[in-house]
């Protein structure tokens, strides 16, 4: 305590960013760190604003150990600060505390300390060490440490997922205690937080678990993703493949904890910042119909060009329109541009988004925060202060579920009519595109139609067309029957009915369809392949096909 250490900022950036470890003073350092290690030692910590913060430590001391008149004041404690490293001259700085805050218990050989909250271990200029010049034994530092034990991070379950498609993610899941499915956060984090580690994502900011420490009774989800993806994904192929895979992924694996019950599927909610805002937008672009709401915070460029018009931020997001959102930037953040987050917010409210919020931080608010120079990149602390914005997420609930979709009994079926029934009732959630035909573009079904191709259970009929007004025959909704069983048992083309010949272009997926009885012929000898199917024929095929996949 008592001493103030800085580094201006190009001599960190020279030091490669690394706490600079020190000697503890006081007895010979070696003699000193054997002892310590004699010691059995708890960190108790949480995540604060700045990260993990140390808040009290547990000693077990030797047995019959007196170590009388031992009090406080023999403790000093060097290298604790808040956690927040730049002052007002953009400086990289690590205040000590003046009043270390500690307080002595002792219950028989166990010593507990509590301290004045600090950056665990340390900062960029050291790491803490808790120093005692009267008892040397008594001093140490985190390489001393036996345990950590952080509030809320421990009641995470490491898990890892490998999804249909060959992605594998590491994740951390902390599950409601209620009996009752309750609400999901998924939480994107930001790109310091990348890795192997399974970790890092819990304990760099309150991302993961201002949620249940906020009084929510909630589930969180927290995966890893192993590397960052660069500026402008949406013009770079192979990373926003890769992102999108590992969304499947994810997708996959909250659908799992929605069928057993243990999840809300009208109250899921995403929330990201930085790279993890960013990809709050993408996981939203590519699921429209799944999340209730999103909090996107500091959103790095995945959308569209900051640098061009509204327009292609239109193009984008119209999807998303009816998704609440609250869109969070600081006006001036030095490391992803507010104009990510300001075009998204226009494009939005020009859709017409009742429900799309805009939260711009000034430079004023970020300085009364001591968020100065690059830590105004920081805009997810004041959200997760921020209790209206916590109350707002989760009043927002997904009404998809209450509008059934239904076809006309005695009615014939248009291709658009099939696509919009067929992404309701087989859940089709996933889009990869926002201009896949041009015919559809206008359409008020352009969702559900981009949906079920990508889902491949319908097709273009060539020439970048849908055509969305043709009716669907018979043999049509037999394709389409064949593509959502799958091949495992891929029937002969050969077939009883006398008008469809094995070499007729429908003929295997009819064979198939029949043989799994999804559907029959109109008599024992004829199909009639070219006849337009009914409403009711649809949804009799439909029923079928989701009892057959279940």
């Known amino acids: 305590m008592k001493k103030r250490t800085g580094l201006t900022l190009i001599a960190a950036l020279a030091l490669g960013g690394v706490p600079l470890g020190g000697a503890t003073p006081g007895a010979n350092a070696a003699e000193t760190n054997a002892a310590a290690k004699s010691l059995q030692i708890t960190a108790h910590t949480y995540i604060g604003d700045a990260g993990r913060m140390a808040e009290s430590f547990e000693l077990v001391l030797p047995a019959n150990s007196s170590y009388t008149g031992l009090q406080a004041s023999d403790f000093d404690i060097t290298g604790n600060y808040d956690g927040y490293p730049l002052n007002a001259a953009g400086e990289i700085v690590q205040e000590e505390y003046e009043d270390d805050g500690i307080q002595l218990t002792r219950d028989g050989n166990v010593l507990s300390m509590t301290v004045k909250p600090f950056k665990y271990p340390g900062g960029y200029v050291s790491d803490f ?139 899921i909610y995403v929330v990201g910042p930085s790279s993890g805002g960013g990809g709050t937008f993408r996981f939203l672009m590519q699921y429209p119909n799944k999340f209730a709401g999103a909090i996107a915070i500091a959103a790095k460029d995945t959308i569209a060009d900051y640098e061009g018009s509204v327009d292609a931020f239109k193009q984008e997001l119209k999807d998303i329109t009816d ?10 953040d030095p490391t992803t541009d507010s104009r990510t987050s300001t075009l998204a917010y226009q494009a939005l409210a020009e859709m017409g988004a009742a429900h799309a919020k805009l939260t711009l931080y000034d430079d004023a608010f970020m300085d009364a925060g001591r968020f100065y120079g690059g830590m105004k990149h920081w805009s997810w602390v004041p959200v997760f202060n921020d209790k209206e914005m916590l109350e707002w997420l989760f009043a927002q609930k997904n009404q998809q579920f209450a509008r059934p979709v239904t076809l006309e009994k005695d009615a014939s079926v248009t291709r658009e009519d099939l696509a919009r029934v067929l992404a309701q009732r087989l859940n089709l959630e996933e889009v990869r595109g926002t201009s896949i035909y041009a015919d559809t573009a206008d359409s008020f079904h352009d969702l559900a139609i981009r949906q079920s191709s990508a889902a491949g259970v319908m097709q273009g009929v060539g020439g970048d067309r849908f055509a969305p007004d043709l009716a669907v025959t018979r043999a049509q909704l037999a394709v389409l029957a064949d593509r959502v069983l799958g091949d495992e048992d891929e029937a002969d083309a050969a077939s009883a009915y006398t008008d469809v010949p094995t070499s007729y272009w429908a003929a295997k997926a009819i064979a198939h369809a029949t043989s799994e009885e999804i559907m029959q012929g109109t008599s024992p000898n004829t199909f009639e392949p070219n006849r337009l199917v009914t409403g009711a024929e649809v949804e009799a095929v439909l029923e079928k096909l989701a009892a057959a996949k279940q």
Do not use: C
């Open 323 to 332: 998704t609440p959102v609250w869109i969070v930037h600081a006006e001036n």
């Open 129 to 267: 060490a808790v120093v005692n010049k009267r008892y040397p034994e008594l001093s140490f530092s985190a390489e001393q440490v036996s345990e950590v034990e952080t509030r809320t991070v421990d009641d995470f379950e490491a898990g890892n997922i490998t999804g249909t498609n060959g992605e594998s993610l590491t994740y951390q899941l902390k599950l409601s205690e209620s009996t009752k499915a309750q609400p999901l956060v998924v939480w994107l984090h930001g790109g310091g937080e990348v890795g192997t580690d399974n970790f890092k994502q819990l304990t760099e900011n309150r991302g993961a678990t201002v949620w249940t420490e906020s009084g929510y009774d909630t589930s969180v989800l927290a995966v890893q993703f192993p590397e960052n993806y660069g500026w402008k994904i949406y013009d770079n192929t192979e990373e926003l493949t890769r992102m999108q895979n590992f969304f499947e992924v994810q997708v996959e694996l909250i659908d799992r904890l929605v069928s057993e019950g243990k999840v809300d599927p009208q109250r």
